[in-house]
């Protein structure tokens, strides 16, 4: 394979576009905007799991209910990108984000008067709608405004996306103790940061120039670049929600107290901060991105081989190996449509598909692991099959960046 084979093209075509429209607001103000953006993207989701059996107990449900609150709003994200994608189309990528941000606020806001099941199970269906939308615009947003800096972009919002889960896990159950609303006000207390998001993205938009309406958004499904880009996301969202999931319960089957297990995982959720920044910033400069996916999804595998096999050896060593793969491996695969597509409305249209189906295949992962970890009676054989899932993964490195459109 030749330098050239592997290296990300340079979207020299769409530098004077984005440099008139950065020219109305300094990088100083979209930088931050994206960042903040990014931060409530999953918020909504990580603030759930650690006070769900308080919501088990007041709200008088079942476990199988209470999984829907973490499952729903994945599957939501993967059904509504696709429309998001028209959504842009139609309204501007910068109009769509607010709304978005809108939708992500008020779907977490709600459920500070959350007395039923039901309300729960609805704002968590808006809620994946709302991080569809968030999600599908911010590779094109990234496309328009930072074209020469894609890779290094993507990094700093995939920073944002872990450290908003991080500070939602950690916080909310510390809150809903000092809340006289307990889990309710600790859940809803984070539409505060969409407020600030909105607030941002208003002036991004007030400034953004009136694009030309597009009613017709071609979504690339039977094209082999649109299959195998979705394949690659989808099993990487496998691999990390199957990890999100049963990681803290794997330790604590090995006699691991719950505090334990939860900072072990918080310490998974940092590394993927630094896998995330390291691998962007390698990719940016290397231009290598097809090493670059090869490699984090080998470290992923070695990551769940080492815990599968050996969990109580080093812990810690571990976790620092699996979180820099599967941090590392999630801007790279939100990278290709970035550098796999001559314009904005190709690349926006590209990551909805993407999205769409690599979602509806990632939240399948809790579910795949819970059932593999009856039938076997542990965690061995569920997370070597997840390792197995990663080298495929790898597998999928130069076929989805070389891939014919």
């Known amino acids: 394979m030749t330098t050239a084979e592997n290296s990300i093209p340079s979207p ?53 209910y209470a999984s829907f609150l973490t499952t729903v709003p994945v599957v939501m994200m993967g059904i509504a990108s696709p429309l998001s994608a028209r959504l842009g189309a139609r309204f501007g990528l910068e109009r769509t984000v607010v709304g978005a941000i809108a939708i992500v606020g008020v779907a977490t806001a709600v459920r500070y008067w959350a007395t039923s099941p039901i309300t729960l199970v609805v704002s968590a269906m808006l809620l994946g709608c709302g991080v569809a939308a968030g999600n599908t615009m911010l590779p094109a947003v990234v496309r328009r405004y930072f074209p020469a800096h894609g890779a290094l972009l993507t990094g700093i919002y995939t920073v944002g996306i872990n450290m908003g889960a991080g500070l939602a896990a950690f916080g909310t159950p510390r809150l809903a103790q000092s809340l006289s609303s307990t889990w309710r006000g600790a859940l809803a207390i984070w539409a505060g940061m969409a407020v600030v ?25 039977r094209t082999r670049q649109a299959w195998t880009a979705a394949c690659l996301f989808g099993l ?26 939860g900072l072990l995982l918080s310490f998974f959720t940092a590394m993927q901060v630094v896998g995330a920044l390291s691998a ?9 991105l097809v090493d670059g996916l090869r490699i984090t999804a080998a470290v992923s595998a070695l990551g769940l081989v080492l815990v599968a096999v050996s969990p109580l ?28 597509t001559s314009s904005v409305d190709e690349a926006r249209s590209l990551t909805a598909s993407m999205l769409f189906y690599g979602y509806l295949l990632g939240a399948t992962g809790p579910f795949a692991v819970s059932i593999l970890r009856s039938v076997s009676g542990g965690f061995t054989v569920p997370f070597v099959l997840l390792a197995v899932l990663a080298l495929l993964a790898l597998l999928l490195a130069r076929p989805v960046v070389h891939a014919p459109r």
């Not at 998001?197 to 499904?221: E, G, I, K, N, T």
């Not at 962007?280 to 290598?288: A, F, H, P």
């Open 12 to 64: 020299l075509d769409q530098t004077a576009a984005a440099s008139v429209s950065r020219r109305h607001l300094p990088a100083a103000v979209l930088g931050p905007a994206i960042f903040v953006l990014a931060l409530n993207l999953r918020m909504g989701i990580a603030s759930v799991g650690p006070v769900l059996p308080q919501v088990v107990h007041d709200l008088d449900v079942t476990l199988v």
């Open 197 to 221: 998001a909105l607030l941002l993205w208003l002036l991004v938009a007030s400034r953004a120039p009136r694009q030309p309406v597009a009613l017709r958004v071609y979504m690339p499904r």
């Open 313 to 340: 050896s080093f812990p810690w060593v571990w976790i620092i190996v699996l979180g820099v793969g599967a941090g590392g491996i999630f801007p790279l695969t939100l990278t290709v449509p970035l550098v796999t």
């Open 280 to 288: 962007s910033l390698l990719v940016q400069r290397s231009g290598r």
């Open 236 to 261: 990487q969202s496998i691999v990390y929600y199957g990890i999100l999931a049963w990681l803290a319960p794997l330790y604590e089957e090995r006699g691991w107290s719950k505090v334990q297990a």
